[in-house]
């Protein structure tokens, strides 16, 4: 369902200490956003209402947080539920902040200085009416390689959806960029681990029947591991073709 604009959004982020107004101008400065600049920072891509970053951020004051969302008419409810979950836990928001920017454009904000220890990308948009709208799947190889210039090596990716053809794809997006499957399902409520939270996007695929399909998969170190070359151009009929190692047999 398509939401409403909401004119009052804006405002409301901005009167927020905890949402980064400005965020193309903290390249390199993210650890010092938070009142622990020394803890891991994790970031949630698409955080949407933020359900699952309030919880998360809320239980572990340890990390660092960082939930990013293109659109302002999400993050005012992403904004109230932390509100409502540190309040809850009688805490600070010390350890949380959203912004919103197009993930597409990540890396033009964080450079290998922000050190990123984990990412989890819940419910990305599948993208899959038509191959040549693949290249802006959130896990598509193009993202995944900017996720490793400031991802840790050994940082892990956790990644849930509702979508088959997605998660199909993204079993191979990810070893073409350089990271390793670790852990997967088909069914990620049967069972349930327990570090799972459920997002609002899983709870109401969820009630429709549709499985949930997640995996965890680990940066590999050194750039030698990622075999995806991105299809710039076609073959010129007198060159000799270019040999692209598109695991979704053709992504651009
Ligand atoms: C299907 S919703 C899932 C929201 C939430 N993660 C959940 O599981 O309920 C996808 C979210 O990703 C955001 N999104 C999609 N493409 C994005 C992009 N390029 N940059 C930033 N946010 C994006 C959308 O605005 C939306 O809130």
Redesign the pocket.
């Known amino acids: 369902m398509r939401m409403r604009f909401k004119p009052y959004a804006r405002a409301e982020l901005l009167a927020a200490d905890f949402h980064i107004h400005d965020p193309f101008h903290l390249q390199g400065q993210w650890h010092a956003q938070f009142a622990r600049p020394a803890q891991p920072m994790m970031l949630e891509l698409?955080?949407?209402?933020g359900g699952?970053l309030s919880q998360l951020a809320a239980a572990h004051p340890e990390n660092n947080y960082l939930g990013?969302?293109?659109?302002d008419k999400?993050l005012i409810l992403a904004k109230r539920k932390i509100e409502a979950a540190y309040a809850a836990a009688g805490r600070p928001i010390d350890n949380v902040r959203i912004m919103s920017?197009?993930?597409?454009r990540i890396g033009h904000l964080m450079t290998p200085a922000d050190t990123v220890s984990r990412i989890y990308i819940?419910?990305?948009?599948p993208w899959s009416k038509n191959a040549s709208s693949n290249k802006h799947r959130?896990t598509h190889p193009r993202q995944l390689i900017q996720y490793r210039a400031f991802l840790a090596d050994g940082g892990e990716v956790y990644f849930k959806t509702d979508d088959d053809d997605l998660f199909r794809d993204s079993l191979g997006y990810f070893p073409a960029a350089g990271y390793e499957i670790l852990w997967q399902t088909a069914d990620l409520h049967d069972p349930e681990p327990d570090w799972n939270i459920r997002?609002?996007?899983?709870g109401m695929f969820t009630e429709m029947g549709i499985k949930i399909k997640a995996l965890i998969a680990r940066k590999l170190p050194g750039d030698e591991s990622v075999t995806w070359v991105e299809p710039k151009r076609r073959a010129q009929p007198d060159e000799a073709p270019e040999h692209a190692a598109d695991p979704a047999g053709g992504a651009e």
């Open positions: 698409g955080c949407g209402k699952f990013i969302d293109i659109t999400v920017a197009d993930i597409e819940n419910f990305c948009n959130l997002t609002e996007h899983e």
